[in-house]
């Protein structure tokens, strides 16, 4: 047991998978994992084991935003010997060329400021994906005809944002999409010498105002889960 995660040693897989709603976790892994068996649920936040093509793999909630996910993160990693961490969520679409429904592959994360952020100071570090998580998560959204986009998001500590002139500037730069999560991820992820990245899936555009409808959700979020799980073995 750690704080937060009450799993027993030994009951967290190499490979988790991190959706940020502990209920999607519980779908994915009833839908997508043999044998799954509930393995945290300390304050609600849903963590199973069970295995995938033979594999054992963790589907842990995170919660919302980057200081609930680092606790998780933190301890997946220091306590339980996590390897392989793939975020699993949505995002909000930034370009035009971005639909509902696509999938984006975060290559980097840009923030204002994550729970990282003090031990920088001045320096800007730039939160990155593992190279060969990435690599294999492009090849299995291409063999899945998946509407994909790589590039770099952007992760927000607020999803009611006040400051329209900063999406300018993350549109203006390229910047695929806006979740609240990835970046401290990432930045965990190289502290502790893990592999870490995010798949997600667009579930609203902050430029067209369109939502993904909720019956729309599982499916589509069927194919971020499976390309998740592909890149974790590849
Ligand atoms: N902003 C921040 N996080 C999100 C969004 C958004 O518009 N959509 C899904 N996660």
Known sequence: MSVHIGAKPGEIAETVLMPGDPYRARWA???????????????????????WRGHPVTIQGSGMGMPSLSIYANELMAEYGAQTLIRIGSCGGMQPHVGIRDVIIAMTASTITSPSSGIFREVNFAPAADWSLLRAAVASAEKKGAKTHVGGIYSSDVFY????????????????????????????????????LAVLTVSDHLQTGEALPSEDRERTFGDMVEIALEAAFT
């Not at 304050?43 to 295995?51: D, F, V």
């Open 29 to 51: 892994a009833e839908t997508f994992l043999k044998g799954a068996k509930l393995v945290n649920e300390v304050r609600g936040m849903l963590g199973y084991t069970g295995t």
């Open 161 to 196: 944002a006040e400051r329209p002139d900063l999406d300018e500037q993350m549109v203006r730069h390229g910047i695929l999409g806006v979740e609240m999560e990835a970046a401290e991820l990432y930045t965990l992820a190289a502290r502790h010498k893990r592999r870490a």
